[in-house]
């Protein structure tokens, strides 16, 4: 037996429209694609004095469905004051009020979870007047992924699929194979779009005014130009939407790697790492001059690498030897 689908508000006015021409319920039921017992039963419920209006029958609809479910555990108005007067109100942590109730008031126990999950929904922002319950934590709780594993910080349509990569950029074993990424500084201002290559680590790229789709492309594409580039593999951030300009430009394929894999374009992780030594996060990034930004760059592939045995990225992509000591 398949799973039962409740009625939907356009197949309730589909049953008011044919019910008022005066058609029978075997002909409703068979045009919208119900068992006739539905009809039936929609119609007994919902009718009011032998009408039936939709409006009326999806609010009666939707008021059962509240009633059935499982009650919240805030919906209890002890636990509630609680979490109002020491969360939103007293500046306690989600995670200190969960101890503390364990320790004195076991039976009003509620979760850090629970109080985030609710917090999120907006359904505590009554508590403090109508205001955002949000601006009243440190943090936001745990990150939560779907179970599917699908991306749902926005999607941009895609190439390739880093499984398509060749062997030559899977084996590093050509210069020419590049991971690309950037590092944001203060929220919607300048970031730096790093491109690293995968042989030889060395780092390319530079300032771009903001980590939008526009501003991203153009500095891959000033990156790239000159260099050898055979492919470059992305995650799949909004900031990439344009790839294809960028190959059309270029003339490399993009690749991009499965959502919330970050270790499938490690070398560029690592290397973005690196340049939070020089860069902190939330700083302002557009204040930055551009040369500087390429002086450490620069410093960066001067550095000795132990997977290169301690040659540099700029001596291993450029097949020369620095006398640095």
Known sequence: MGR?????????????????EGRRVGEIAREIGRDKSTVSRELRRNS????????????RYEARRERCRRPRLLDDPERLELVRSRVLE?????????????LERPDLAVSDTTIYREVAAGRLDRC???????????RRGRRRRSRDGSERRGRIKISHEVSERPPE???????????????????????????????????????AASKRK???????????????CETVTL????????????????GAECYFCLPRHPWQRGTNENTNGLLRQYFPKGGDLGAVPEAEVQMVYDELNRRPRERLGWRTPYEAYHSVALHLL
């Open 4 to 20: 039962y689908k409740h009625l939907t508000i356009g197949e309730r006015e589909d049953i008011m429209c044919m019910r008022r």
């Open 235 to 250: 995650d799949r951030g909004k900031e990439f939407a344009e790839h294809a300009l960028f190959t059309e430009a270029v």
């Open 128 to 138: 403090i007047g109508g205001r955002r319950a949000s601006a009243r934590l440190r």
């Open 214 to 228: 526009g501003p991203v492309r153009e500095a891959m594409v000033a990156a790239m130009r000159g260099r050898p």
């Open 169 to 207: 950029a899977d084996g590093r074993s050509r210069v020419g194979d590049w991971e690309g990424d950037t590092v944001a500084g203060r929220a919607g201002g300048a970031c730096l779009v790093t491109m690293v290559d995968r042989a030889t680590g060395f780092l390319a790229g530079g300032k």
């Open 90 to 102: 007293g500046r306690w942590s989600p995670e200190q009020l969960e101890g503390r109730i364990l």
């Open 48 to 59: 009011c004095e032998r009408f039936y209006r939709a409006s009326t029958a999806q609010r």
